[in-house]
């Protein structure tokens, strides 16, 4: 649905977003300064100072057995095996199941997850000390000075990236030109690409592999409206409404004929209140036990 109303064009400038973001992100504890983007090593592409300071809260005997093998060099060491193993093994990996260096008995650890039960306090700790940054408007490359808008950090490596626009649009899927909701084949494809095996992943297509893989198997797009129509009929709402939401073709004969309405209010109520059920659904109320989608 379209968004009317006139709105003063200094809202819609992208650094007020990057504003809002951040400090909303600042407040949940996530580290965030205006010298962020100068402290960010662009030939590794890693955030030296976080991984460092990761290491040596969280597993003080590895940094003190790799000063003492390699010295001065020890933090020059582990930023360049880290590299190395991130572009062997892919992020998710690596977060996953730490890095090995010579003369560590144990891989370092890159980041602490959270764990199913709260009963180690040690592993509470180190679920508490990973360092989570935003960083805005970083530039990345050694070759030009184009900047990202955001970029987020966990512990030194980055694991995910924002550009923001600020410009409405009429489309809760807009195509790359804005101009137009996206393609309904693209969207299909999109969500195939992301639940592929990453041996499997086709050339020129997302790298983001298994990001939306549940335990269940694949889904497509037809799987989504399902859900919400089954959602929309436990909510109450008429078979004819849904229909028209799904852009169904009306089953009787004599219906098309004569109908001509195509119930635009009964369709607003319909999705807002469908609306209201996923945020229940999404912020755990009544017991709702939601799948998460794995890291991309």
């Not at 909303?24 to 402290?39: F, H, K, S």
């Amino acid at each position: 649905m379209a968004c009317c109303g006139t709105y003063p064009m200094t809202l819609h400038r992208e650094v007020h977003f990057e504003d809002e973001i951040c400090a909303d992100l600042t407040a949940a504890g996530w580290l965030q300064a205006n010298g962020d983007a100068a402290a960010y090593d662009r030939a590794r592409a890693l955030f030296p100072a976080d991984l460092v300071a990761w290491v040596q809260a969280t597993q003080p005997a590895a940094w003190a057995a790799l000063s003492k093998n390699h010295g001065a060099a020890a933090e020059a060491t582990l930023l360049d095996r880290l590299r190395k193993s991130l572009d062997d093994r892919g992020t998710l990996d690596v977060l996953r199941h730490g890095v090995e260096l010579l003369g560590l008995r144990q891989p370092v650890a890159l980041a602490q997850f959270k764990p199913a039960l709260a009963m180690n306090p040690d592993t509470l700790a180190r679920y508490g000390a990973n360092r989570l940054r935003v960083v805005r408007q970083l530039r990345y490359s050694l070759h030009h000075e184009n900047a990202i808008d955001l970029v987020l950090f966990l512990n030194g490596p980055p694991v995910a990236t924002a550009e923001l626009k600020s410009e409405p649009v009429p489309w809760v899927f807009p195509a790359t030109d804005r101009a137009e909701p996206v393609c309904i084949k693209s969207f299909g494809k999109q969500l195939a690409d992301r639940q592929r095996e990453p041996e499997a992943r086709m050339s020129n297509r997302t790298k983001a592999t298994l990001a939306l893989a549940l335990p269940g198997g694949k889904w497509t797009a037809h799987d989504l409206r399902r859900t919400a129509a089954t959602l929309m009929a436990r909510l109450g709402v008429s078979t004819d409404a849904i229909d028209e939401c799904l852009n169904h073709k009306l089953q009787s004969k004599v219906a098309r004929v004569y109908i001509r309405d195509r119930r635009q209010a009964e369709q607003a109520r319909a999705f807002d209140a469908l609306g209201r059920r996923l945020t229940e659904l999404f912020e755990g109320r009544e017991g709702a036990q939601m799948l998460p989608f794995k890291a991309a």
